[in-house]
C-alpha cells in the first residue's frame, strides 16, 4: 500500500528499522522493508514515511521468535512464519529480545484476564461489519473489516480469521463519499481507498458502517483515555475484547459494544449504560475515578469470581451466548463471591458499631434490620469500594435507615464521612432493581433469605 505520511498510532511504537524481508515464496531475494513494532502489531512498510503497511501481525499471535542463521530471525505465529534479515547479529538478536519480550507481556495479560480472554484466532478487535470488496488496485476481491474507529483491509477471509493483514486506517481522518451506485470513496490525507460493492444496498450497509466508525473515532476520548490506563479497563469486563468504549455505570465494568447492547436488555434496574465518548455530561470527576478505583478487577473479582470455563464468553462469542452469560452473572449473581457475613447475624452485629472517627457519626442497630445494612452503613464511611459493592449486591440496602437522624442513610453517611467516592456508587445505584433471585443464598449455606428492615427493598426505584 503506499502512503506519504505517518499517522499517530494507538499504541507507541517500541522498535523501528530497516530489515530484510523474505518473501512468502521463499525466495533467496529478500525486500528491503520498513519494519514498525507496538504493543498491539507488528508491522512492515515499503518507506518509513508510508502511512499504511504491506502487512502487519499481531503480537498476540506470535508463538515464537528464533534466530535462524547470521543476521536472521524467524517469527512464528500459529499458521504462518515470516523470517526477516537485519543487518547485523547485534541488531537480529535485539529484534529478537524485544519481540520475546512484547509476546511474553501479551500472554501473560491475556492469562491474567481468564476466563474471559479473547478468542485464540487473531482477531483483536469486535467486528462492526466485514465482508469482501473491490479495491482499485488490486486484482483480487479483499476482505474487508470494520471494527471500532479502523477499518482493515485482508487478503482473504482466512487471513481475517488469522488476525494477519494488509494494513488498517485510522478513521479519525477518514471521510467516506458514495461515487456511484456500487462504488464508494475513503479517502484519508494520505491516499484515496476506492471500494466497490456487490450491489447498491451492501455499498449503503458499508458506507453507514465507515461513517458509524469515523463518528466512534471523532467522539470524545479523554475519558476513555483516563479510564483505560488502568490495565484491567483496556478489556472488556465481560468477554475480554480489546478497547471497550461502553461502561456500566452503576456496576462499574467497562465493557465492549456487544457486550453494551446485551446490557441494554436487562434494563436500567440491572445496568445502566453509557458510552465512554459520546455520553460526556455523565463523566463527573468522581465517577472517572470511581471507575480508577474499581473498575473491572475490582468488579470481577465480586461478579465473575465463580465461572465455569464452560460458560465463559470471548470476543466472537454470539449474541445468545453473550445474553445468557449476562443474565446470569448481573440479574442471577450465579457467579458471585458472597460476602463473608451473609447470613451470620453475630457477626454483622460486630461491625454494627464502627468508631466514631471524630466526625460525631456513630452507626446504631435500633432500625436497621437488614443482614447487611449495618455493615454498608459502616463501610461507606471508609474508602473500602470493594466491601461496599459486595454488600450492595448481597443484599445490603441502600436506602436503609441507619437510626441517626442526623445521617439517616448511608449516603448521608459517606457525606458525612467526606467519602466522595462512596457518594458517586450509592448514587448511581440508588434505583437499582437487582430482583430476588439475586438476594438468595447459596444453595451450600443452606439459608433462608433474610427479611429485609427498610421499608423500601434494597433496590426499589
Known amino acids: 500500500m503506499d502512503g506519504t505520511a505517518t499517522t499517530a498510532p494507538l499504541s507507541p511504537t517500541v522498535k523501528a528499522g530497516w530489515l530484510d524481508k523474505n ?15 507496538d504493543a498491539d ?51 537480529r538478536n535485539e529484534w529478537i529480545r524485544t519481540l520475546q519480550q512484547m ?13 474471559m480472554s479473547p ?33 482493515f483491509l485482508y487478503k482473504n477471509a482466512e487471513d481475517y480469521r488469522l488476525g494477519i493483514g494488509i494494513t488498517y486506517i485510522e478513521m ?38 465507515m461513517r458509524q466508525s469515523i463518528a466512534e473515532a471523532l467522539s470524545n476520548s479523554e475519558v476513555a483515555e483516563r479510564i483505560w490506563g488502568v490495565e484491567s479497563n483496556r478489556f472488556c469486563a465481560d468477554c475480554g475484547s480489546p478497547h471497550p468504549e461502553w461502561a456500566s455505570i452503576n456496576l462499574c465494568v467497562v465493557i465492549c459494544k456487544r457486550c453494551a447492547g446485551e446490557h441494554r436488555g436487562l434494563g436500567p434496574g440491572v445496568t445502566k449504560v453509557r458510552s465512554l465518548k459520546m455520553d460526556r455530561k455523565v463523566w463527573t470527576e468522581e465517577l472517572i475515578q470511581l471507575f480508577q478505583q474499581v473498575g473491572n478487577a475490582v468488579a470481577n473479582e465480586f461478579w465473575a469470581a ?15 451466548d453473550r445474553r445468557r452469560f449476562l443474565v446470569a452473572k448481573y440479574r442471577e449473581g450465579k457467579y458471585r463471591r458472597y460476602h463473608p457475613l451473609f447470613g451470620n447475624q453475630e457477626e454483622l452485629d460486630r461491625v454494627s458499631d464502627p468508631p466514631d472517627r471524630g466526625l460525631g457519626v ?16 459502616a463501610a461507606v464511611t471508609t474508602g473500602d469500594l470493594a466491601e461496599t459493592l459486595a454488600l450492595l449486591f448481597c443484599g445490603a440496602a441502600v436506602t436503609c435507615d441507619t437510626g441517626d437522624p442526623r445521617c439517616p ?8 464521612s467526606g467519602q466522595r467516592l462512596q457518594m458517586e456508587f450509592l448514587l448511581h445505584n440508588r434505583t437499582s432493581g437487582m430482583g430476588w433471585p439475586l438476594l438468595s443464598p447459596p444453595p451450600s449455606m443452606g439459608l433462608k433469605p433474610p427479611e429485609l428492615g427498610c421499608p423500601q427493598g434494597v433496590f426499589e426505584a
Open 41 to 91: 502489531y507488528l508491522r512492515y512498510f515499503d518507506s518509513e514515511k508510508d502511512a499504511y503497511s504491506k502487512r502487519f501481525i499481531p503480537v498476540s499471535s506470535i508463538s515464537r521468535v528464533a534466530s535462524v542463521g547470521d543476521q536472521k530471525f524467524e517469527v512464528v505465529t500459529n499458521n504462518r512464519n515470516f523470517v526477516f534479515r537485519a543487518e547485523s547479529d547485534a541488531d
Open 362 to 377: 456513630v452507626v446504631r442497630p435500633a432500625r436497621v434490620a437488614g443482614w447487611g445494612d449495618l455493615a454498608l452503613c
Open 409 to 416: 442513610t448511608p449516603l448521608a453517611l459517606a457525606q458525612r
Open 119 to 151: 478468542s485464540a484466532d487473531g482477531a483483536t478487535e469486535p467486528v462492526d461489519k466485514c465482508g469482501f470488496l473491490e479495491l482499485r488496485g488490486f486484482k483480487h476481491k479483499l476482505f474487508v473489516a470494520v471494527a471500532g474507529d479502523r477499518v
Open 172 to 209: 479519525n481522518v477518514g471521510n467516506v463519499k458514495e461515487v456511484d451506485r456500487r462504488g464508494f470513496d475513503l479517502t484519508t490525507p494520505y491516499r484515496i481507498f476506492s471500494f466497490s460493492a456487490d450491489s447498491e444496498q451492501e455499498k449503503e450497509e458499508w458506507v453507514e458502517a
Open 103 to 115: 509476546a511474553e507481556e501479551r500472554k501473560s495479560k491475556a492469562l491474567e484476564r481468564m476466563p
Open 23 to 37: 518473501p512468502p515464496q521463499g525466495s533467496y531475494i529478500y525486500q528491503k522493508r520498513w519494519v514498525k513494532l
Open 306 to 320: 465463580n465461572v465455569p470455563p464452560s460458560e465463559a464468553i470471548g470476543p466472537s462469542s454470539p449474541s445468545g
